[in-house]
């Protein structure tokens, strides 16, 4: 007997979005040989890590860290590009569900309160349907067992992608971007910032700027990918 779902199977083969090879029954979205041989940063169990050092003197975050290395052409950036451009929003919570396994052996995550993904602003969150970042924070959120505040930070401006841009003007255009209408609901609290990529960190120290302007919160950062460029 055929269950509806190995139809659609038959239609949709079922394939890892990094590698592409055929998903056995038992895996979602990532092969197992993929989850195992993606490149881990492991920066997590370290406080002072590249990601931490890209911030200094810049914000002083609590914790930052990052789960992969992004590298061009390679399996994390077929992951990412799924999650942004094919609609692959379970793809967003199945990577934050498997950093979030990680990151739940750190003692530090422990005291975190509550989750916020970096925002998209209205317009492009309507148009691609959902916010890749809030997936991830979905994720994490799931086995972390904290909340998701999503409706705290907010995008004001929709500054253009800043892909093909000069690294110059990259530092520049996110200034004065993000907002936080209702700060009182963060008093004192400790955040983990979420997002799917860090490349610069621009955009990141923008976001932790605004939400350290109010007192006695904390941010640490966490993102899916490093790009080491
Ligand atoms: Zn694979």
Do not use: F, Y
């Given at each position: 007997m055929y269950l509806f779902s190995d139809f659609i199977s038959l239609i949709y083969p079922n394939i890892c979005?990094?590698?592409g090879n055929a998903l056995h029954k038992?895996?979602?979205?990532?092969c197992s040989r993929c989850q195992y041989n993606l490149p881990k940063t492991n920066f997590y169990k370290i406080d002072d890590n590249p990601i931490m050092r890209l911030f200094w003197g810049r914000v002083k975050l609590k914790g930052a860290s990052s789960f992969y290395y992004f590298n061009k052409g390679g399996k994390v950036q077929n992951l990412l590009h799924q999650l942004k451009y094919?609609?692959?929003?379970d793809l967003g919570i199945k990577l934050g569900r498997m950093y979030g396994g990680e990151l739940i052996q750190i003692a530090e995550y422990e005291t975190i309160d509550c989750i916020i993904p970096v925002p998209l602003h209205f317009k492009k969150e309507k148009k691609r349907g959902y916010n890749q970042s809030e997936m991830i924070a979905i994720g994490l959120s799931i086995v972390l067992k904290k909340p998701v505040m999503?409706?705290?930070?907010?995008?004001?401006k929709n500054n253009?992608?800043?892909?093909?841009?000069?690294r110059f003007k990259r530092w520049e255009?996110?200034?004065?971007?993000f907002e936080i209408p209702n700060p009182d609901l963060l008093k004192g609290k400790n955040i983990l910032l979420v997002d799917d990529v860090i490349t610069t960190g621009a955009t990141l120290e923008s976001c932790a700027n605004q939400l350290l302007n109010i007192s006695e919160t904390q941010v640490t950062v966490a993102t899916i990918a490093f790009a080491n460029l």
């Open positions: 979005m990094a590698c038992n895996e979602d979205h990532i094919s609609g692959q929003r999503n409706d705290v930070l907010l995008r004001s253009e992608t800043q892909t093909n841009k000069a255009n996110v200034d004065n971007v």
